[in-house]
């Protein structure tokens, strides 16, 4: 299993940035994928999951209302749109998969995804 993501880059605050996380090796229609962010400094911490399977979802509360994953299962790929984007977002985000089906109570734990991307970062300054 392979996870690539992209997207990130410098933005202003209040503006906005879509990430990808194309997957391959994992059959889509199961298993969990997850995003994961860190901070200068600060330990990892999670920020929305997506189960494939019924596209049950969990977000940070930090994010809610801003931040949105969605998935196109033609491209195996998981999008995170993020908006209203604040000096706080600022970090590496990672996409995490596993081949289980998550509820959302274990979806933040990261120990329990098994295959991560590199990281993408992001950058929210003015």
């Known amino acids: 299993v392979q996870l690539q993501a992209s997207g990130g880059g410098l933005v202003q605050p209040g503006g906005s940035l879509r990430l990808s996380c194309a997957v391959s090796?994992?059959?889509?229609?199961?298993?969990?994928v997850g995003w994961f962010r860190q901070a200068p400094g600060k330990d990892r911490e999670f920020v929305v999951a997506?189960?494939?399977?019924?596209?049950?979802?969990r977000y940070a509360d930090s994010v809610k209302g801003r931040f949105t994953i969605s998935r196109e299962n033609a491209k195996k790929t998981v999008y995170l749109q993020m908006n209203t984007l604040k000096p706080e977002d600022t970090a590496v985000y990672y996409c995490?998969?596993?081949?289980?089906?998550?509820?959302?109570?274990?979806?933040?734990?990261?120990?329990?995804?098994?295959?991560w991307g590199q990281g993408t970062q992001v950058t929210v300054s003015s």
């Open positions: 995490a998969a596993d081949r289980s089906s998550w509820i959302t109570g274990a979806m933040p734990n990261a120990e329990r995804y098994e295959y």
């Open positions: 090796g994992l059959t889509f229609s199961s298993g969990t």
């Open positions: 997506i189960r494939l399977n019924g596209a049950i979802t």
